[in-house]
Each structure stands twice: as C-alpha cells, then as structure tokens.
C-alpha cells in the first residue's frame, strides 16, 4: 500500500515540528520510516483530517521516541525518559483529549481473489463430502452444517446429534485434521 503524497507531506510536517526533531535531524529518516510502519493502515480509514493530523501527531511523538530510545539518546529515568542529550520533551498528557474515529477500510476485491477463495471453499466442502462417504456413522456432513452454517456452538450440536459434547469436539477436531490433510497434499 503506497501513501499519498498529502499524507507523505502531513507525516514530514508532523516530524519536523516536533521538539524532539531539533538536535536529533540525522535520524529524520528512521522517525519517519517508524512513523509510516505504525500508521499507514490506519491512515486509509480515518475520515477526517483534523482526527487524522491529531492521531499522526501522538503516532510521530511514540515513534521519534522509539527510535530515540533504540538509538542510546534517551535513558529511562524514575518517572519515565530523559535525553542523554537535553533535549525537551513534549508534554504526553496533552494528547489525553484526542477523539479518533475509525470508519472501516473499503477494500474491494478482485476477480482473482474471488476466484481463489472459491476454489478454497470448494475445496473444504468436497474434502468434507469425501470424509462424511469413509466415515458415514460420523456424521460429519451434518456436523459441518451445524457448526459452520449454522453457527451453533458444540453444547447446541451434542444436543441436536444427541451426542456428547466431548465426542463433538473429537469429531470436529478430527474433520479439520482430514480437511487440512487435503490442502497438504
């Protein structure tokens, strides 16, 4: 996933406005990688840019003080970090008071995606069928369409197969084991 070049400018902004940066610009590469790793799937689902310049703010602040931390320039100290260098710090109680609101990322999949996790279900669903012929007293056709289409947990299945739950567990433990033995072959 690439950054937009907005957001790339955002997170150049962000770093180099923080007090930390001064005295410490030889490391502008290494605050911004960690910056980016921390935020960049987060950055595609946060709607507005007001949450988002505030969330990257508390982001590149956590960052530049890894990294500061990884690099010997900060020492833990009795009431948290100090510069080995004086640097100031800023004040972390100041972000207690960010709202950050999240809307789900609208990844649309491909034709090939599509494709392959329907030849994956089809997969499980004919090992299923070839498991339930060499064990028919098993049951495990109806077992499957208990617990994975219909959603019911092992009590409601021991209950309905009028079973055990300890045997429903054994037996869905051992399906799995058959259908994994399929994608393993």
């Given at each position: 996933?690439?950054?937009?070049?907005?957001?790339?400018?955002?997170?150049?902004?962000?770093?180099?406005?923080?007090?930390?940066?001064?005295?410490?610009?030889?490391?502008?590469?290494?605050?911004?990688?960690?910056?980016?790793?921390?935020?960049?799937?987060?950055?595609?689902?946060?709607?507005s840019d007001v949450t988002?310049?505030?969330?990257?703010?508390?982001?590149?602040?956590?960052?530049?003080?890894?990294?500061?931390?990884?690099?010997?320039?900060?020492?833990?100290?009795?009431?948290?970090?100090?510069?080995?260098?004086?640097?100031?710090?800023?004040?972390?109680?100041?972000?207690?008071?960010?709202?950050?609101?999240?809307?789900?990322?609208?990844?649309?999949?491909?034709?090939?995606?599509?494709?392959?996790?329907?030849?994956?279900?089809?997969?499980?669903?004919?090992?299923?069928?070839?498991?339930?012929?060499?064990?028919?007293?098993?049951?495990?056709?109806?077992?499957?369409?208990?617990?994975?289409?219909?959603?019911?947990?092992?009590?409601?299945?021991?209950?309905e197969m009028d079973i055990?739950?300890?045997?429903?567990?054994?037996?869905?433990?051992?399906?799995?084991?058959?259908?994994?033995?399929?994608?393993?072959?």
């Amino acid at each position: 996933m690439e950054l937009a070049q907005d957001k790339i400018d955002l997170i150049e902004r962000i770093i180099k406005n923080d007090r930390k940066y001064l005295s410490n610009e030889d490391l502008y590469d290494d605050f911004f990688n960690e910056t980016c790793k921390r935020s960049l799937m987060i950055i595609q689902t946060v709607s507005s840019d007001v949450t988002l310049e505030s969330y990257l703010k508390k982001v590149a602040a956590t960052s530049i003080l890894n990294v500061l931390k990884n690099e010997g320039r900060l020492r833990r100290a009795g009431g948290g970090y100090q510069a080995s260098k004086n640097l100031s710090l800023d004040d972390e109680n100041s972000w207690s008071k960010i709202n950050v609101e999240y809307k789900a990322a609208d990844i649309p999949e491909t034709p090939e995606d599509l494709a392959v996790k329907k030849n994956i279900l089809q997969c499980i669903v004919d090992s299923v069928y070839e498991v339930n012929e060499r064990f028919p007293e098993k049951n495990y056709l109806k077992l499957y369409h208990l617990r994975y289409r219909k959603g019911l947990t092992q009590a409601e299945i021991a209950y309905e197969m009028d079973i055990s739950q300890s045997e429903v567990s054994k037996r869905l433990f051992k399906l799995m084991n058959e259908v994994k033995k399929t994608f393993n072959n």
